[in-house]
């Protein structure tokens, strides 16, 4: 049984007009199982985002290979969803739209919507989608509004069904909430988590906070580069036992210890301390 | 209070200040015409208000010839003079060939759509139309006169030329300017090619789309004026051309006021159907 990810000595080289071309990444390996959460974390251009587009195909690595299920994928597809920090639904679509707009596509496709059956199967999934809207903590009267009438937290729990609804086998997360206020930033914490553990999808979540990264992840990941001239590699890779958290859903006291001697150790010397502070944890 | 970037007219003095320039330039003018007309009682120039509502009566109400008149339109209705009036058919002639100009834009908005959404295509056109763009519509007239005559198709090819490339690179700007995320998106919820370009890029584009057509219907109506000015049998330029010969000013100005309304209706009528198409847009 191949893995789900597999990323082999995979190298990224930007070409940058006028200047020498630039290696973000280079001899990156890394394997995912299936249902893990993998917390992505490191600092501002360390290659992140990068590794979360050629998981999910949206780029192409200069050198290696980037395997799911053992194929290299070189385009999206349905199999991996995606949650970006930004513009993550369509503003010309209402909430249930936006929500129903994969499975519509993939049944109907493009001109499959003059079918007789449609408008029928448009109902049945209307209905889905008002599961899914519930489920995300969302109001049915939420429904018929459009992205901008939404607050921040609120366009992430859409997004966050529109992908879930094509029940991906891996679900991408790009600094999704990033630019939410802490409250709310918690509140979706809670809410991926939940997901995580009662869908069993692998989740694949970049963040450049590291409290954020030790609060979900099943298995942290540490992107960095030895020195400023380097490309990024893989600095830390460790698994979170889930037996080591406590009710709150945060590792505890020793493991919390644990994790930030390594990461302090191996990367960003002394930082997380501090943002653990932040966090309230 | 004028220079203040904090300014709140109230309603009376923005209603008033709106209107002002209009209410001064009618002003104006009848004192223009008036004291030409003292000067020279049969003044063409500058019609005074009987000339005008006869040119209005003339051109609203009779038709272009006595020829085409049909039998019994003295005794007839006032709609039914009005659409055998000079007027009507000048402006059925115009908006014929407009609304053609305005269905060849469809190609224009897709061509537009595939050169931003698929690069090969992109590649293929841009240089080309970018080239295109930069030729003056007015000075190939000629060689459209002897590449498609004097008929309707030169007129029409006027127009694509024209207005075409600015739609077309408007076009492939707006389909640029939409995220990634939506197109990765898209794919991620099983859409192929031309699903992300028709359902997610177009449907977004599409009210910038329709206001850049509205910004562009004056350079429309440009080059539909110059090719029936300079060689048409009927419509509203042709009698503008015409009439200019006979200093018939009382009927050209009518004409020139009737056109603005007609552009501003139909500019009007784009901008409630955006709205109404697109609710959720909201204009920058």
């Not at chain 1, 963040?207 to 979900?216: D, F, G, K």
């Not at chain 2, 908006?95 to 690069?119: E, Y």
Request: aromatic share 10%; proline share 5%.
């Amino acid at each position: 049984m191949p893995e789900l990810i597999q990323l082999e000595n995979v190298g990224v080289i930007y070409n940058v007009h006028g200047h020498a071309p630039k290696q973000v990444l280079q001899g990156l390996n890394l394997t995912i199982q299936p249902g893990e959460f993998v917390a992505v974390c490191g600092q501002t251009g360390c290659g992140k985002s990068t590794m979360l587009r050629l998981i999910l195909g949206a780029e192409r690595p200069s050198s290696g290979r980037v395997l799911i299920e053992g194929c290299e994928r070189p385009r999206p597809d349905r199999h991996r969803g995606y949650v970006p920090q930004k513009y993550s639904l369509f503003p010309d679509k209402t909430v249930l739209d936006n929500i129903t707009f994969g499975p519509e596509t993939e049944e109907f496709g493009l001109i499959g919507r003059l079918r007789p059956g449609f408008r029928r199967r448009r109902e049945e999934l209307r209905e889905k989608a008002f599961g899914y809207l519930r489920q995300m903590g969302l109001q049915q009267s939420d429904a018929h509004k459009y992205p901008d009438q939404l607050s921040g937290g609120m366009q992430q729990r859409v997004a966050i069904a529109q992908a879930l609804i094509m029940r991906p086998a891996i679900l991408l997360m790009d600094e999704a909430f990033s630019a939410l206020d802490p409250g709310t930033r918690a509140d979706m914490q809670r809410l991926v988590r939940t997901l995580w553990q009662e869908t069993g999808t692998t989740f694949l979540f970049v963040t450049h906070n590291i409290p954020e990264a030790v609060y979900l992840g099943s298995r942290i990941v540490v992107l960095g580069k030895d020195s400023p001239e380097s490309s990024s590699r893989v600095l830390v890779d460790m698994e979170v036992p889930e037996s080591a958290r406590t009710a709150s859903g945060y590792p505890n006291r020793e493991e919390l210890e644990r994790l930030t001697r390594v990461i302090e150790d191996a990367a960003l010397g002394g930082r997380l301390e501090l943002e653990m502070a932040e966090f309230g944890g | 209070m004028l220079f203040r970037i904090d300014a709140k007219p109230n309603r009376l003095t923005a209603w008033t200040l709106s209107w002002f320039l209009f209410a001064s330039g009618i002003a104006l003018y009848f004192y223009t015409s008036n004291k030409r007309h003292i000067e020279n009682p049969e003044d063409k120039v500058i019609p005074n208000l009987t000339q005008l509502s006869q040119g209005v009566t003339d051109a609203f109400l009779k038709p272009d010839t006595e020829e085409a008149a049909p039998e019994g339109l003295e005794n007839a209705s006032l709609p039914k003079k009005f659409l055998t009036s000079m007027l009507w058919t000048d402006t059925v002639a115009s908006a014929k060939r407009f609304a053609w100009s305005m269905l060849l834009l469809i190609p224009a908005v897709v061509l537009g759509l595939h050169m931003g959404m698929f690069p090969v295509f992109g590649q293929f056109f841009l240089r080309f139309i970018l080239f295109f763009d930069k030729i003056i519509a007015l000075s190939v007239l000629p060689i459209l006169f002897i590449a498609f005559g004097i008929d309707e198709l030169a007129k029409i090819m006027l127009i694509v030329i024209g207005v075409t490339p600015t739609i077309i690179l408007d076009t492939f700007n707006l389909t640029k300017s939409v995220p990634s995320e939506q197109v990765v998106k898209g794919f991620t919820l099983g859409a192929q090619d031309f699903g992300v370009a028709y359902s997610i890029v177009l449907k977004q584009i599409l009210p910038r789309v329709l206001n850049s057509i509205r910004l562009n219907l004056k350079s429309i109506m440009l080059f539909l004026f110059a090719g029936e000015m300079i060689a048409s049998q009927d419509g509203l330029a042709f009698r503008i051309a015409l009439l200019r010969r006979h200093m018939g000013m009382n009927v050209i100005i009518p004409y020139v006021l009737w056109v603005a309304l007609l552009l501003f209706l139909v500019d009007l009528t784009m901008r409630v159907t955006n709205r109404k198409l697109h609710p959720w847009f909201r204009e920058a």
